[in-house]
T-cell receptor, first 113, second 115 residues
Framework: SQQGEEDPQALSIQEGENATMNCSYKTSINNLQWYRQNSGRGLVHLILIRSNEREKHSGRLRVTLDTSKKSSSLLITASRAADTASYFCATGLVTGGGNKLTFGTGTQLKVEL | KAGVTQTPRYLIKTRGQQVTLSCSPISGHRSVSWYQQTPGQGLQFLFEYFSETQRNKGNFPGRFSGRQFSNSRSEMNVSTLELGDSALYLC??????????????FGQGTRLTVV
């Protein structure tokens, strides 16, 4: 079963606009990670935020985490056509001596010229 | 630094057959996880190996198995294939989890089609 639900399921914006995707989850986590996937290929790691962090930046990406609301958001600023992809959040739990990731349902982002 | 390598990239098998998929992690990474991705179920966790030991397991039948070798390379095996096993199988590698977890880096996947 999926841990996270992402909202919206699909998002279409114009190049240069900002895109915001939200992720909600249900149980305790150690970290939350965001990934991008192009056309059913492998996932590209974007950013990791730990449970004791509230905000993190990487280039045009800004991630927030609210553990009290069990939610996270990914903001892509000044979007480009190359940002068109599916975006997934994944909650990480350190358990059993490993780090188990549970993925959300994903948001399909389309950036139009 | 080479990324995660999965072989083969594409595979077509017949129902009832078995299949073995291979994953070579990033050099220095000792943890390997496997995921199944389908349009209906999304990304589902299969299992995770660290230091040749299975650390976590998802909710998949016993037909799905895996192992990790001393060089951290991993294989997963699916026996008695069913049509519903058709999926993109993704492997991810990461360093040891530490206390807060760590990033996972994915390969390009193996696209398995069962006919």
């Amino acid at each position: 079963s999926q841990q996270g639900e992402e909202d919206p399921q699909a998002l279409s914006i114009q190049e240069g606009e900002n895109a915001t995707m939200n992720c909600s989850y249900k149980t305790s986590i150690n970290n939350l990670q965001w990934y991008r996937q192009n056309s059913g290929r492998g996932l590209v790691h974007l950013i990791l935020i730990r449970s004791n962090e509230r905000e993190k930046h990487s280039g045009r990406l800004r991630v927030t985490l609210d553990t009290s609301k069990k939610s996270s958001s990914l903001l892509i600023t000044a979007s480009r056509a190359a940002d068109t992809a599916s975006y997934f959040c994944a909650t990480g739990l350190v358990t059993g001596g490993g780090n188990k990731l549970t993925f959300g349902t994903g948001t399909q982002l389309k950036v139009e010229l | 630094k080479a990324g995660v390598t999965q072989t083969p990239r594409y595979l077509i098998k017949t129902r009832g057959q078995q299949v073995t998929l291979s994953c070579s992690p990033i050099s220095g990474h000792r943890s390997v996880s496997w995921y199944q991705q389908t349009p209906g179920q999304g990304l589902q966790f299969l299992f995770e190996y660290f230091s040749e030991t299975q650390r976590n397991k998802g909710n998949f039948p016993g037909r799905f198995s895996g192992r990790q070798f001393s060089n951290s390379r991993s294989e997963m095996n699916v026996s008695t294939l069913e049509l519903g096993d058709s999926a993109l199988y993704l492997c991810a590698s990461s360093r040891s989890p530490g206390t807060g977890g760590t990033e996972a880096f994915f390969g390009q996947g193996t696209r398995l089609t069962v006919v």
